[in-house]
T-cell receptor, first 108, second 114 residues
């Protein structure tokens, strides 16, 4: 079975502060992990995927197989980063599993 | 490429009525997923379809809910005899192949049951 856990429902920070959105997964094989972002009442958009090791909008995420984590980080949060963030896992199943999401609020 | 198109974007139904949500996948995509997003909850998988075939409906409630993806036309998620608890955002996503590892989402259909 595959599972994605995002322990925080809500994360509230001030502009300029560092941000870390936590994601832990459970999967016996080699997973592919993704972060999706959903701005207010819009579609989910792919933010980044671990295999590409890229930085999008200043966000990065590193897959830590030892800790089974894929935390999303940004050194300096901006107000426009306020959104819902979903961690997702694509394992042996053809159905991606999503975490419950973390709502990030960046205060001015 | 117009992306994944969902309609209606907003739908209001009275208890006991039927709701039909439509999803047209991206051009060239033959696989469709339906997810439900409830207030204060995350994204819950409902059903995965290929044209004319339901591959996995393990997340679909046994009663009142059905989905189809015909050879021609959009995928349809149908909810019969809606209840207040069905109020949610329903997202459709598509992918080009069964083992594709990136899916593209539509903008969602917001169902409100009054």
């Amino acid at each position: 079975a595959q599972r994605v856990t995002q322990p925080e429902k809500l994360l509230s920070v001030f502009k300029g502060a560092p941000v870390e959105l936590k994601c832990n997964y459970s999967y016996s094989g080699s997973p592919e992990l993704f972060w999706y972002v959903q701005y207010s009442r819009q579609r989910l958009q792919l933010l980044l995927r671990h295999i590409s090791r890229e930085s999008i909008k200043g966000f990065t995420a590193d897959l830590n197989k030892g800790e089974t984590s894929f935390h999303l980080k940004k050194p300096f949060a901006q107000e426009e980063d306020s959104a819902m963030y979903y961690c997702a896992l694509w394992g042996g199943s053809y159905i991606p599993t999503f975490g419950r999401g973390t709502s990030l609020i960046v205060h001015p | 490429n117009a992306g994944v198109m969902q309609n209606p974007r907003h739908l209001v139904r009275r208890r006991g009525q039927e709701a039909r949500l439509r999803c047209s996948p991206m051009k060239g995509h033959s696989h469709v997923y339906w997810y439900r997003q409830l207030p204060e909850e995350g994204l819950k998988f409902m059903v995965y379809l290929q044209k004319e075939n339901i591959i996995d409906e393990s997340g679909m409630p046994k009663e009142r809910f059905s989905a189809e993806f015909p050879k021609e036309g959009p995928s349809i998620l149908r909810i019969q005899q809606v209840v207040r608890g069905d109020s949610a955002a329903y997202f459709c996503a598509s992918s080009p192949a069964r083992d594709g590892n990136t899916i593209y989402f539509g903008e969602g259909s917001w169902l409100t049951v009054v």
